[in-house]
C-alpha cells in the first residue's frame, strides 16, 4: 500500500468485548486494540491486549512490519508499504510481503454467552516463502478502561510469569490490582525483555478535540521459526486455565452458529448472497449478554457507546423481527419491562446493583410499539397476557404523570413535559447543563407514539376481554387523533416539531415529523402525510439517511468536527442521522405505495462494504455534501434500519 489507510474493522465477542483497528494496521484511536475485554459483561471494558509488533528475519534482512503514529507526527515503522492486501471477511487477514516471501496475520475473536464465557482472541500468523524464516512478536500490552488513556508511571506495575508455552501477565496499580490474563502459543521461545514504549499518538482522538496519547508496556517478545508454509497461533484469554483453540475450528464454529441462526431469512432486495450474509452478521455483532441481567442486551454502537434502552427498542425490529429471532426479541421485550417503573423504561442498564437510569420520554413508548410489532409477527399471546399489565403501568404513569413532569394534558389528551437541564427525547444533547434541542412540551414524535400506544392497548384490551378499559382506551385515542392536527403547519406543508409549554409551536423542519408517520398506528391525515414526505425529501433526504436540522435553518451545522462542544453543537442540528432512513422508507411505501423510492439504497450498501467500519454502518454523516461518515463507526439502528428496509 503506497498510502496508509486508516479505514476500520471490527470484531465482537457477544460479551460486549471486541477488537479494532485500521486496515493500515496503524492504531488511530484509544478504543483500537486486539483484546478490550468486557470484565463484567457488557461493561467494564479494559484495554489488556493492544497489539503484537511483528518483525520478519529471512536470510540476514528483517522487515519491520508494524505501523504507528508517535506524537510530533512521526509515523514508524512503515509496514504499510509491504501490505499487499487485506480482507475483512471472513474475518480481518492482513498480508505483508516483498520479493518471495510473503507473511498472512489473521485475527478472531470466539463468540461467548453466559456466565462462564470467556473474553478471547486468536491470533494466527502464516508464512510463505524459498527459506526458513524467523517471525519476531513483540507484546504490547495495557490495562486502562476503554475510555481513557494509559500513562506509564512508577505507580503502575506489570507483573509476569513464564511458562513453556503460555505467560501469566497481571497489572498491579497503586490502588488496586488488575486483570489477570494469559498468553499462550503453538510454537516459539518467549523472552522477557521489559520496557514501556512511550507516545503513541491517536490522531482521531486529536481530530475529535480528546486526549491523544498513550505508553504501552512490553513485558518481552516470541521469537518463532518458521519454515514456508507453517503457521503459529496465539491466544489471549482473561483468566486463567488457558487452553490454545484452532484457529479455524473457532472460525467454522462461528459460521455454523450464524448459519443456523439466520437460516432461510431472505431479503426482498435483491443484494448478492455474501453481502447478506455479512448484514446478518454486522446485526449480530450488536447482541451481548448482560450478567447483571442473565439476559440479553444491544450494544448501541462501537466502540464506545454501552447498551441502551431507546437504542435497543428501535434497533429490535430489524435486529430481531426481521431477521426472525424471536427468542432474542421476547427476552429483550421481557428484561425491559421488568424494568419499569413508574410508567418509564429505563434509558441504561444497571451494573451490578446501581440503579437504572430512567431519563427517556420515548423508551417506554417505544417498548409499546415494538412489543406490538413483536406480536403481530409471532400470535404470542400469552407473552402479551404477561406484560398487559405493564402496558397498563406504562398508561397509567403518562396519564396520571411521572418523572420529568411527564404527563397528559386533560385540554386535549396530547403528553407533554417539562424540565430545565435536560433532553429526554432522542435529541438528548446536552452541553454544560444546557439542551441543545431542549424540545419541551409536546414533541410530534412522542405524540405520536402515544396515539399508537393508545391504539395498541386498545386491541390488546379487547383480545384479553378487558372490554372497558379498550373502550376507554379507543377514546383517548380518537381524542389525540383530532389533537395531532395541531401540528399541522399548512404554511410550510409540515408538522410543528413541538408545540411549547406555552403552546408556542415550533416550525423547524426536521425528522421526528417522518418518525411520526412511520409508526404501525399513523394518525395523520393521508395529504398531510404525503405533503411531510415532499418536504422531507427536498430538505432533509441524503444518500446515507436524514438531516436532523433544514440546511436552510439558520442554526443548522453542516459538519460534525472539532471538541466535543462544536460536536454536540451540530450532533441534532443538521447532522445526518443514517437510522433514519428506515422510517422514511417505511412513511413512503405507506403513502406513496404505487411510486419508487426517491432514494437509491446502493450508496448505503457501498458505505456498509467500503467506508468507515467495513462491514457496518456509521452512526452519523455530515449534512454537508459529500456526506462523510462520523460518529461512531458501527451503530446498532443503523444497520438494523437497513436490514428492515431490505426485507
Known sequence: MDTLDTREWLLTNGLGGFASGTIGDARSRTYHGWLMAALNPPGDRTLLLSHLEASLEIGGQVWALGTNFWQGGEVSPLGYRLLQDFQAHPYPCWQWGEGNWQLKRGLWMPHGWGKGAQNQILVRYTYQGTEAAVLRLRLLIGDRNFHHQQSGDAETIFTQVPHPQHLDLQAMHKDRPGTPWQLA???????????????????????????????????????????????????????????????????????????????????????????????????????????????????????WFNDWGRDT?????????????????????????????????????????????????????????????????????????????????????FTAGTLFHICRDAADGLITWQGSGIAITWMDAVLDGEPITPRQGKPVEINALWYSALCWLSAWAQRLGDTNRAARYQQHAHTVERSLSKFW???????????????????????????????????????????????????????????????????????????????????????????????????????YPNEPLPVDLQPFLDHFQSQACLGSVSEIFDGDSPHSPQGAVAQAWSVAELIRILV
Open 489 to 591: 403547519n399548512r404554511s410550510q406543508g409540515y408538522f410543528y416539531d413541538t408545540i411549547a409549554p406555552d403552546d408556542r409551536p415550533d416550525p423547524r423542519i426536521r425528522p421526528n415529523a417522518i418518525i411520526a408517520l412511520s409508526l404501525q398506528h399513523c394518525g395523520f391525515p393521508e395529504q398531510q402525510a404525503r405533503s411531510v414526505l415532499q418536504v422531507a425529501k427536498q430538505r432533509l433526504l441524503t444518500p446515507y439517511g436524514l438531516r436532523s436540522l433544514d440546511p436552510q435553518d439558520p442554526a443548522y451545522q453542516g459538519t460534525y468536527i472539532g471538541d466535543r462542544h462544536y460536536r454536540d453543537r451540530a450532533y441534532h442540528q443538521g447532522t445526518v442521522w443514517s437510522w433514519l432512513i428506515g422510517p422514511f422508507v417505511r412513511s413512503w411505501r405507506r403513502f
Open 313 to 397: 427498542l428501535i434497533a429490535l425490529p430489524g435486529l430481531a423481527l426481521a431477521t426472525q429471532r424471536y427468542e432474542l426479541a421476547r427476552g429483550l421485550l421481557d428484561t425491559f419491562g421488568r424494568y419499569c417503573k413508574q410508567g418509564l423504561i429505563p434509558n441504561t442498564f444497571p451494573d451490578s446493583d446501581s440503579e437504572p437510569l430512567y431519563n427517556s420520554i420515548d423508551a417506554a413508548l417505544w417498548w409499546i410499539e415494538t412489543l406490538g410489532l413483536y406480536l403481530e409477527a409471532t400470535q404470542d399471546w400469552d407473552f402479551l397476557e404477561q406484560h398487559y399489565p405493564t402496558a397498563r403501568q406504562i398508561y397509567k404513569g
Open 185 to 303: 502459543w503453538s510454537a516459539g521461545e518467549y523472552s522477557v525483555d521489559e520496557f514501556w514504549y512511550w507516545n503513541y499518538y491517536y490522531p482521531e482522538e486529536r481530530r475529535r478535540g480528546l486526549g491523544d496519547r498513550e505508553d504501552l508496556y512490553s513485558p518481552g517478545y516470541l521469537t518463532v521459526r518458521l519454515q514456508p508454509g507453517e503457521s503459529v497461533t496465539l491466544l489471549a484469554q482473561v483468566g486463567n486455565n488457558i487452553k490454545l483453540l484452532d484457529f479455524d475450528a473457532a472460525v467454522a464454529a462461528e459460521h455454523q452458529r450464524l448459519e443456523k441462526l439466520f437460516a432461510g431469512i431472505q431479503p426482498q432486495i435483491k443484494i448478492s448472497e455474501s453481502l447478506w450474509a455479512q448484514l446478518l452478521r454486522a446485526s449480530d455483532a450488536f447482541i451481548a449478554y448482560r450478567a447483571s441481567i442473565d439476559g440479553p442486551t444491544v450494544i448501541a454502537g462501537y466502540p
